[in-house]
């Protein structure tokens, strides 16, 4: 029986899979929702092409779905569906500590009758950022809350200096409010690592995003 990661090509989701693969489950695809607008990553601004690269680096399946505001839930369930007739067993989430955001997964889950799987719920958020470095991810800062981080960590590397900046600034290690989102580029789960060679910095409605301009998988 097989399982899917809540897919946003960011550090916590792919954390969770990779804690999930760690415990024994079989992951084999990732389900990742994008704009039906703009076609990137919903809350990261992450482009559509950059995550079909990333399931070429990593080897799983990337089922991708187009998702609305106002009917993002069931758009997620539609995308699910098929694989539940595939033998979707359960889906794998990287949420930690917010109450709402695991409570809307296990509905979702209850919904398809499959499990809700939450690696890294209730974890220590500063043990679960030094965790994921130490275990050799790599992953850049794609959006932050301009009231939150500055500008100048907008395509940043995670790293311990950055989580002195989160902690001095009383900013959630894991950024799990909104503080900020990634874009994990190499590590255990990646057969080839992904070099992001040039991006920008744009601001749109109270947020930082990096416009990623050209990037490909490392020879």
């Known amino acids: 029986m097989s399982y899917a990661v809540s897919w946003s090509g960011g550090k916590d989701c792919c954390f969770a899979c990779y804690k999930a693969i760690q415990d024994g489950y079989d992951v084999r695809w990732l389900v990742n929702s994008v704009s039906d607008d703009y076609s990137r990553v919903r809350f990261h601004g992450t482009e559509a092409r950059l995550i079909q690269l990333q399931a070429q680096a990593t080897g799983f399946e990337l089922v991708q779905n187009r998702t609305s505001a106002e009917h993002y839930e069931e758009d997620?369930?539609?995308?699910?569906?098929?694989?539940?007739?595939?033998?979707l067993r359960g889906m794998i989430f990287g949420d930690i500590y917010v109450p709402e955001n695991r409570a809307w997964a296990e509905k979702v889950c209850r919904d398809l009758s499959i499990e809700a799987v939450l690696p890294l719920w209730d974890h220590d958020p500063r043990r679960l950022?030094?965790?994921?470095?130490?275990?050799?991810?790599?992953?850049?800062?794609?959006?932050?809350?301009?009231?939150?981080?500055?500008?100048?960590?907008?395509?940043?590397?995670?790293?311990?200096?950055?989580?002195?900046?989160?902690?001095?600034?009383?900013?959630?290690?894991?950024?799990?409010?909104?503080?900020?989102?990634?874009?994990?580029?190499?590590?255990?789960?990646?057969?080839?690592?992904?070099?992001?060679?040039?991006?920008?910095t744009v601001a749109i409605n109270g947020y930082w995003f990096l416009d990623t301009l050209t990037y490909g998988l490392r020879s």
Do not use: M
Not at 77 to 87: C, H, M, Q, S, W
């Open 76 to 87: 997620f369930k539609r995308a699910l569906r098929p694989l539940v007739e595939k033998g």
């Open 129 to 200: 950022f030094c965790d994921f470095i130490d275990a050799g991810f790599r992953a850049v800062v794609v959006s932050a809350d301009s009231q939150r981080l500055d500008r100048t960590w907008v395509g940043h590397v995670l790293d311990h200096e950055l989580l002195a900046w989160l902690e001095a600034h009383n900013v959630d290690p894991c950024g799990e409010n909104g503080e900020y989102h990634t874009i994990v580029t190499d590590g255990p789960l990646f057969r080839r690592a992904i070099e992001i060679a040039e991006g920008r």
